[in-house]
């Protein structure tokens, strides 16, 4: 029989709806039952592609009897963390402040006021490496909540006054200067793995928003650091286990320092991002590898990820069939020799194993290895090595896939909107642009309503009933004016201009400048969300701060760049401190220290060669943020096409920034010298 998830739209949640436990979604109805029955609340976030997740689900909310023991004295809900992000930051914050560390799945027990007094992440069926068991830990929160009531009462309060005090430094509400840019690349610096590219160590994650910032950086000032790092670390991950040598795109992260074993799930947001930082790599360095990789990054959200509405899925399973019927971490990618033999013959099985780096003894688990690209001495045929990855793609394709989490994220669709737009313009390939004008056309038709608020998640082309936060509002408006700028259709400034005055109307602190995660008219959690901190995607409060910027720049706004400087002031507090968790703060205060910088190109027809190669000039432009217009002369699709007149008749390039312009140019050698930054 199943519960009360299966009337949801989010694929996590539905995964749930057959499970015994009588789950409820989050909503003021379970808090509501839960005074009624005088019990605790059991409150379990996670999201479809993660591996304990399932673990814990089949081990214990499978589990006839546990079901039972958590119906008898809990109201259970579950919340995917990818729809409501708010609920998921407002407790993790709680976990983490209580345990010293979070993760997923989390398990929280709450009060019927929805204040937290107990904390977790993963418990196993049974005690081990000493941890209780699930059933010991509802054994003794049942105990604590009907023989300590009292003290359940005073832990609970003192968590949520903890939270309310916990306020974060804005610094003075001034952005960062030259100093502070350099103090956070000095960071970064001593934190940088120069042997295998990325920071820290183990678990490693792709730096995209870090890379995004070094680039800026290097291209601002000129610094040759910036750019190696930069330059390596893309390297060794497009050479690594963490990027699919065959199909394209990156796993979430690697569980080693070498990028050798990854995290097989498979996320839009990160893939959108890389694809973006892979593009601007090539834009600034004409690299090969870095055009292969954005590229095949782009061709694999758009095969594997694209709905049938023409948004993008949230992401792919780590987990898949491995042919026994058991679900198997990374089974749809690894390869063991026979199986290379097997699909490719010994002659070519050999080759292919020492270009791909597959060994006896395996690098993943029972002998199978993640194929990589190592380093190799010598050339080798190209031809012959394309024909390989040919057909042990075929051979992969009639394995089972890894399951995908259909619903549409916003935010994330914004950012794949920005990444395909500008990958589609640099490369040449109009397809990907259109992929991109299909997932803003989706969420301009459904995800917005009359009043220009987002909702936050679709699926199967039926909207959600989140309400939009503000990395929604921030990364749309970001994808929007990346597509205005390759499209030359105003109409996608004009849509990132409502939703930016949504920013300064519902997210701002008036005084402050300071950003809220959730809107001023949003359901009222325990605690209002607000973390300036970029985790796997840009924080709201970044993504908003770079698109008011961008924004500001294509229209001359004063109260939107001033909002953007404003905000830019906590990076100002954190860059200098923890600049690995800021990166796309410190790359917005890269543009603004640039300018931006103001392009116009006005031309009689863009048919004109000389005015598309002028055009793509503008585009390929390495200034920091800089925003391109272009049109007819006279055309009134942006504002800084006004007042443009062409010279000489010639397709002609205006760069302004900072209240100066220089002299308008026909040539593009010119324009782009002006742009070089």
């Known amino acids: 029989m199943p519960n009360r998830l299966a009337h949801e739209t989010s694929p996590y949640l539905l995964q749930h709806a057959d499970n015994p436990v009588d789950w409820w979604p989050w909503s003021e109805e379970a808090f509501a039952e839960a005074r009624r029955r005088d019990v605790p609340v059991l409150l379990s976030v996670g999201y479809s592609s993660c591996h304990w997740c399932h673990v814990m689900a089949h081990e214990s909310f ?136 990325g920071f820290g160590g183990a678990p490693k994650f792709p730096p995209s928003m870090v890379i995004e910032f070094l680039l800026r950086h290097h291209a601002r000032t000129g610094g040759e650091g910036a750019l190696q790092m930069a330059q390596d670390t893309c390297e060794r991950m497009a050479r690594g286990g963490i990027y699919d040598q065959l199909g394209g795109g990156f796993a979430r992260y690697s569980v080693d320092r070498d990028w050798i074993v990854p995290h097989f799930e498979k996320m839009l947001y990160d893939n959108a991002l890389l694809c973006r930082v892979y593009a601007h790599l090539w834009r600034a360095t004409g690299s090969e590898l870095a055009r292969r990789v954005a590229l095949e990054t782009a061709d694999f959200m758009v095969r ?94 009639g394995r089972a896939a890894p399951g995908r989490d259909d619903k549409v994220v916003a935010a994330w669709n914004g950012l794949a909107v920005a990444a395909l737009a500008e990958t589609g313009a640099y490369f040449d390939r109009p397809d990907l642009v259109e992929a991109a004008v299909g997932a803003a056309d989706l969420l301009v038709r459904l995800h917005l309503d009359d009043q220009a608020r987002l909702s936050r998640t679709s699926k199967d082309g039926h909207i959600g009933a989140n309400a939009g936060v503000l990395e929604d509002y921030g990364d749309v408006a970001e994808g929007f004016l990346a597509l205005a700028s390759v499209t030359g259709e105003g109409v996608w400034l004009e849509f990132a201009g409502f939703l930016l005055d949504h920013v300064l109307a519902r997210f701002t602190d008036p005084e402050s400048g300071a950003l809220f995660d959730t809107a001023s008219d949003a359901e009222r959690l325990i605690r209002r969300p607000q973390d300036p901190t970029d985790n796997a995607a840009p924080s709201g409060w970044t993504a908003a701060a770079a698109a008011l910027l961008g924004y500001a720049a294509h229209t001359g706004s004063e109260p939107h760049r001033t909002a953007a400087e404003k905000a830019l002031g906590v990076v100002t507090a954190l860059g200098p401190r923890v600049p690995r968790f800021v990166g796309w703060g410190l790359a917005a205060a890269e543009a603004l220290l640039d300018g931006p910088r103001e392009v116009a190109v006005v031309a009689e027809s863009f048919e004109d060669p000389a005015a598309r190669t002028l055009l793509r000039t503008a585009l390929l432009g390495t200034a920091p943020g800089a925003v391109v217009a272009y049109g007819a002369t006279g055309g009134d699709e942006f504002p800084l096409l006004a007042d443009r007149p062409l010279r000489e008749g010639e397709p002609t390039a205006y760069v302004c920034r900072n209240f100066t312009c220089d002299a308008p140019t026909t040539d593009p050698e010119r324009l782009r010298t002006a742009l070089s930054g």
């Open 62 to 197: 499978e589990d006839r009897e546990t079901a039972d023991q958590l119906n008898a004295h809990f109201v259970n809900v579950k919340v995917d963390r990818e729809e409501r992000p708010d609920v998921d930051a407002v407790y993790m914050e709680a976990v983490q402040a209580a345990t010293g560390q979070g993760g997923w799945p989390m398990t929280v027990f709450l009060t019927p006021d929805a204040e937290p007094f107990y904390f977790g992440t993963y418990f196993p069926p049974a005690p081990r490496h000493g941890m209780p068991s699930f059933r010991q830990v509802l054994e003794g929160v049942e105990q604590a909540w009907s023989g300590r009531r009292e003290e359940v009462a005073e832990v609970a309060g003192k968590i949520v006054r903890d939270l309310a005090g916990r306020e974060i430094s804005y610094g003075d509400g001034r952005p960062p200067g030259e100093q502070e840019q350099a103090q956070a690349l000095l960071g970064l610096t001593r934190e940088y793995d120069a042997q295998r590219g």
């Open 304 to 397: 594997e990820l694209r709905t049938a509405e023409g948004g993008f899925a949230s992401a792919l399973d780590a987990d898949s069939d491995d042919g026994t019927g058991r679900h198997v971490e990374g089974a749809h990618y690894v390869w063991t020799p026979a199986q290379l033999t097997e699909t490719l013959g010994e002659d070519d099985a050999k080759l292919a194993a020492h270009y791909f780096g597959v060994t006896e003894e395996g690098t993943f688990e029972h002998g199978a290895s993640v194929l990589q690209l190592p380093q190799h001495e010598g050339v080798f045929d190209a031809e012959r090595i394309a024909g390989i990855k040919e057909r042990l793609l075929a051979r992969r394709a």
